[in-house]
């Protein structure tokens, strides 16, 4: 994998790390923001990796359906975790630990899993 690669994969883990923290101090709203914007700069990745580069986040979710729906990567938690930040962001929901939880733990799936077909891939 190259290093521009690479690089965003640790932007993509730092994200999901944050994510972490903030809902360890009680921030569950925001660690679902940052969840959501790990998975999506792995998204982007996976895209970049066959020269697509959509110009929104609801253009990555319907690319990544197009190009990856016969991969080995849960889609969904792009989805799920999309929707649940738009509704931290603008509707003020404040979603329960074990709800950002398992928001996290599918997160990092997703980022190993985008890391394995890149590298299969490369």
């Given at each position: 994998?190259?290093?521009?690669?690479?690089?965003?994969?640790?932007?993509?883990?730092?994200?999901?790390?944050?994510?972490?923290?903030?809902?360890d101090?009680?921030?569950?709203?925001?660690?679902?923001s940052?969840?959501?914007?790990?998975?999506?700069?792995?998204?982007?990745?996976?895209?970049?990796?066959?020269?697509?580069?959509?110009?929104?986040?609801?253009?990555?979710?319907?690319?990544?359906?197009?190009?990856?729906?016969?991969?080995?990567?849960?889609?969904?938690?792009?989805?799920?975790?999309?929707?649940?930040r738009?509704?931290?962001?603008?509707?003020?929901?404040?979603?329960?630990?074990s709800?950002?939880?398992?928001?996290?733990?599918?997160?990092?799936?997703?980022v190993?899993?985008?890391?394995?077909?890149?590298?299969?891939?490369?």
């Amino acid at each position: 994998m190259s290093n521009r690669f690479q690089d965003r994969f640790d932007v993509a883990r730092e994200r999901l790390e944050a994510s972490a923290l903030l809902l360890d101090e009680g921030f569950p709203a925001d660690a679902t923001s940052r969840a959501h914007y790990g998975v999506y700069e792995a998204a982007r990745l996976l895209l970049a990796s066959r020269e697509v580069r959509p110009s929104t986040h609801k253009g990555v979710e319907n690319q990544l359906g197009h190009r990856f729906r016969d991969e080995q990567i849960d889609l969904q938690t792009f989805s799920r975790l999309r929707t649940d930040r738009q509704r931290c962001d603008y509707e003020l929901d404040r979603p329960g630990p074990s709800r950002v939880k398992a928001h996290l733990r599918e997160a990092r799936t997703f980022v190993e899993q985008a890391e394995t077909l890149i590298d299969e891939a490369g």
